[in-house]
């Protein structure tokens, strides 16, 4: 069965710092993983996905995300934080075309970024 | 274009009481779903939907009905509401269902069963 995990519910980093948000997953084949960002009261916005290729993925926002096959992670990454930033982080994981779970995309827990000034 | 757009934005239910929630979306898209978010719970699939007059069964069904009728819109019904049904509810979709498609998400519903 697929899988993904959050081990950290939140994150306190200082602003202009760097931040990383952690995520493992487990799923059978190449995944295709997923980070979405939610403001509150507000859905889910797309962050950035990786499907296959180059191990680091560039998102929105100055965001990115580095696929890690041999540790089954794909954390969430930024050089320099901002406030604007804090917001809950949620990563996903599908498993790929013709496996049956291929139609379900599962999510993690999330985790709450905050980023004081 | 607006994109996922769900009514109402809040409600408040009692135990027993039955009501429907609206999903529409306006990017042509064929595949539609209905998540729960719980603390500490991530976002759970209710049901889904991979084409107008279709829907599927997800991770957490029982209590939930939906229906697609137009391939626009998409409606979750809960027929006798419990107060485990208390969760923030939100509906995406994706063009299709390919493994890297992006689903775009509504701004929720905030339901409340007392």
């Known amino acids: 069965a697929q899988s993904v995990a959050q081990p950290e519910d939140q994150v306190n980093v200082a602003e202009g710092n760097p931040l990383t948000v952690k995520c493992t997953y487990s799923v059978s084949g190449n995944p295709y993983l997923f980070w979405y960002v939610q403001y509150p009261n507000r859905g889910l916005q797309f962050l950035l996905k990786y499907i296959t290729g180059d191990n680091l993925v560039k998102g929105s926002y100055g965001f990115e995300a580095e696929f890690n096959k041999s540790q089954t992670s794909f954390h969430l990454k930024k050089p320099s934080a901002l406030v604007s930033d804090s917001a809950l982080y949620f990563c996903a994981v599908r498993a790929p075309a013709g496996y049956s779970s291929a139609s379900k995309i599962i999510f993690g827990s999330g985790t709450r970024l905050s980023i004081r000034p | 274009n607006a994109g996922v757009t769900q009514t109402p934005k809040f409600r408040v239910l009692k135990t027993g009481q039955s009501m429907t929630l609206l999903c529409a979306q306006d990017?042509?898209?064929?595949?539609m779903y209905w998540y729960r978010q719980d603390p500490g719970m991530g976002l759970r699939l209710i049901h889904y939907s991979v084409g107008e007059g279709t829907t599927a069964k997800g991770e957490v069904p029982d209590g939930y009905n939906v229906s697609r009728l137009k391939k626009q819109n998409f409606l979750l019904g809960l027929e006798s509401a419990a107060p485990s049904q208390t969760s923030v509810y939100f509906c995406?979709?994706?063009?299709?269902?390919?493994?890297?498609?992006?689903?775009?998400f509504g701004p929720g519903t905030r339901l409340t069963v007392l």
């Open positions: 995406a979709s994706s063009l299709v269902n390919r493994g890297s498609d992006t689903q775009y």
């Open positions: 990017m042509n898209h064929e595949y």
